[in-house]
């Protein structure tokens, strides 16, 4: 069956039990956990999974080590029983990072190692690796492009690291699987009240066409465009006050080896993460309020001069606008309280809400990637709380591995991308036709097969921001790689796969802020 039929027999369905608008991490947590407990779910991206916040992360699976600094210990210790969650589901996807942070002066190896020990110690069983004070000679070791000058020693700790992208894919494909039904570029254009339950008008953003969908329940997990759909439904909004977020990707040998490096405060208080991944070193991230909702925020000047000036200052070699390969900026869909008394948007939640309207609305907002699956599973918890759905029995998303998980994975995520990303699926894609046709960046023309026939790619963007991550590691690469995936993409039948879109998009992200 193909886009078009799949959206045609919607109306087949008098009444699905969920439909869930968003699919970014926490809608397609939501639809794989409602899926699993027998519900029938339908969810809708109208742009493409994870095209939006949950593509643009640091690439940390992380315990939440920042907010034990600032007292949260229930926040970390759910954070990390969910870290070791999501590896186990995929670990080709999700893995162990050991990190190190630098010390410069005698205190801040024992400071800032007895706080990581702490952090083990919340670990428990779910802890990856052991904490270790490190001399000078083992943190030059361990971080070969650091700045040598007046490095009095470091502190060595484990957290995690994912392709974000690549988990969202693999959640939406898990759920399909389950029984839900899924659709990127398909935008919720408008949502009434239907007796006890939603109507909603779904537009077809590749064909055109509109379809009616009824549901008892619909979450609203559009991140940091909430309040838009609240607002569609007849309820004034301003549950998110946006900050963003902005990378640089450099080569790798900025760095060497196979830590990230962690700078816990930069002169101005906040923190400077170098992490490896995909072959290629990945700089940032700065905080920025920020008031409109643009699809693709451009970085402001002053952040893009921040991280060049602290990656400078932590590495050995400068880093100059002219080593950056790809730079993306990420908006965090922060809670905004009742009146912040002039705070910026660090001192915001970064845990989710979940709020749900008179008129049955569940919307959710907030919190963080490693956290989906137990954000999913209080989402339904107010949907069954609400009277929206009957309660039935959770937990299967904590044991149900995701397509494509190995047993283990033969190949870390920092390493240069290539086959291992498919998991036992491997085998499965090198069979299409063109697994022996290279396009560059790892990429070859059986996987840009695969991504339309199995991962819902329809667009160039699609497949070189998503289903493979080449614009975030060299955009002027993908840019080169634009042209040969627009062809395979018509050759399966995509009559227009808006090369001309992405081709822009590739040149924004080579040259951010001019």
């Given at each position: ?485 627009a062809a395979i993409l018509r050759d399966e039948g995509i009559a ?9 998009l590739a040149h924004r992200y080579a040259a951010p802020g001019l």
């Amino acid at each position: 069956m193909n886009r078009e039929q799949r959206l045609a027999s919607l109306a087949e369905t008098e009444r699905f039990d969920l439909v869930v608008v968003g699919g970014g991490a926490t809608g397609l947590g939501v639809a794989l956990d409602a899926a699993l407990r027998g519900f029938s779910v339908a969810l809708f991206e109208s742009h493409d999974f994870a095209g939006g916040t949950s593509s643009r992360a640091t690439k940390l699976l992380h315990g939440g080590v920042r907010y034990l600094a600032q007292g949260n210990v229930a926040l970390v210790r759910e954070a990390l029983a969910e870290r070791t969650t999501v590896m186990a589901i995929a670990p080709h996807l999700a893995q162990p990072l050991p990190f190190v942070m630098p010390s410069h002066q005698w205190w801040q190896t024992p400071f800032y190692g007895i706080g990581l020990k702490l952090y083990d110690l919340l670990a428990g069983r779910a802890g990856l690796g052991s904490t270790e004070f490190l001399d000078r000679a083992h943190t030059l070791e361990a971080l070969p492009g650091v700045n040598p000058q007046g490095l009095k020693g470091g502190v060595r700790y484990w957290d995690g690291q994912f392709d974000d992208a690549r988990l969202a894919i693999a959640l939406a494909r898990t759920a399909e699987a389950a029984g839900a039904s899924v659709f990127n570029h398909a935008e919720v254009s408008a949502i009434a009240t239907d007796g006890d339950g939603h109507a909603l008008t779904v537009k077809d953003r590749v064909g055109g066409a509109e379809h009616r969908v009824r549901a008892r329940c619909v979450v609203n997990a559009t991140g940091v465009w909430v309040d838009a759909l609240r607002e569609a439904a007849g309820t004034p909004s301003h549950m998110v006050r946006p900050s963003q977020g902005v990378h640089l990707v450099v080569d790798r040998d900025f760095l060497g080896g196979e830590h990230a490096l962690l700078v816990p405060r930069t002169r101005d208080g906040r923190v400077l993460f170098a992490v490896p991944w995909l072959g290629k070193l990945i700089l940032g991230t700065t905080d920025t309020p920020r008031q409109d909702l643009a699809r693709e925020p451009e970085p402001f000047a002053q952040e893009l001069s921040f991280i060049l000036d602290e990656a400078s200052r932590a590495l050995s070699r400068p880093v100059r606008r002219a080593d950056i390969r790809s730079a993306w900026v990420g908006l965090r869909p922060l809670v905004a309280p009742p009146s912040d008394g002039g705070a910026g948007t660090k001192a915001l939640s970064r845990e989710h809400t979940v709020v749900v309207d008179r008129n049955g609305l569940v919307t959710v907002t907030g919190g963080k990637w490693t956290t989906y699956r137990a954000m999913a599973e209080d989402v339904l918890q107010q949907c069954f709380d609400a009277g929206r759905l009957p309660p039935r029995a959770g937990g299967q998303s904590a044991r149900h591995r995701l397509v494509g998980a190995p047993v283990r994975a033969s190949v870390p995520i920092h390493a240069a991308p290539g086959w291992h990303l498919y998991g036992t699926e491997a085998e499965r894609v090198r069979g299409l036709p063109g697994a022996d046709q290279a396009l560059g960046l790892g990429l070859h023309a059986a996987m840009v097969r695969f991504a339309v026939r199995c991962e819902h790619a329809l667009t160039v963007e699609d497949v070189l921001a998503r289903r493979w991550r080449a614009l975030f590691l060299d955009a002027i690469q993908a840019a080169r790689m634009a042209g040969s995936v627009a062809a395979i993409l018509r050759d399966e039948g995509i009559a227009d796969p808006r090369t001309d879109d992405f081709l822009a998009l590739a040149h924004r992200y080579a040259a951010p802020g001019l």
